[in-house]
C-alpha cells in the first residue's frame, strides 16, 4: 500500500528542536526525490527542503541554517531536524515525493510556543 507517515510533530519551546520523519511504502523511495513543506492554515504550502535521489540538498531560505534534510534508503525514510525553532515555524509539516508520480503524506502538526 502506497503511503507517507509523518511523525515527530508536537509542541516545542522557542529555540527547541524537533526531528520530524517520514516514512515510505508502495514505491520506490530511493529513486524519488524527498521534500518538506509547510503549511499554515489559510496560507498556501511553503517549501522547506529538498533531497534528491542522489542526495543533493536544497533549503529554503525561511529555515536555512536551522534545519537539515537527510534521507535514509535503507529504511525508506525521510527526516527533517529543526532546531532554533520560532513561533513563525508553527505549521502542519507534509513531506511529498516526486517521482514518476507525486505522493503527499497527511502532515505533522509543529506548534512553536512557550
Not at 83 to 110: F, H, I, M, P
Amino acid at each position: 500500500q502506497l503511503q507517507l507517515v509523518e511523525s515527530g510533530g508536537g509542541l516545542v519551546q522557542p529555540g527547541g528542536s524537533l526531528r520530524l520523519s517520514c516514512a515510505a511504502s508502495g514505491f520506490t523511495f530511493s529513486s524519488y526525490y524527498m521534500t518538506w513543506y509547510r503549511q499554515v492554515l489559510g496560507k498556501e504550502r511553503e517549501l522547506v527542503a529538498i533531497i534528491t535521489s542522489g542526495g543533493s540538498i536544497h533549503y529554503a531560505d525561511s529555515m536555512k541554517g536551522r534545519c537539515t534534510i537527510y534521507r535514509d534508503n535503507a529504511k525508506n525514510t525521510v527526516y527533517l531536524h529543526m532546531n532554533s525553532l520560532k513561533a513563525e515555524d508553527t505549521a502542519v509539516y507534509l513531506c511529498k515525493a516526486v517521482g514518476r508520480n507525486t505522493y503527499w503524506g497527511q502532515g505533522t502538526q509543529v506548534t512553536v510556543s512557550s
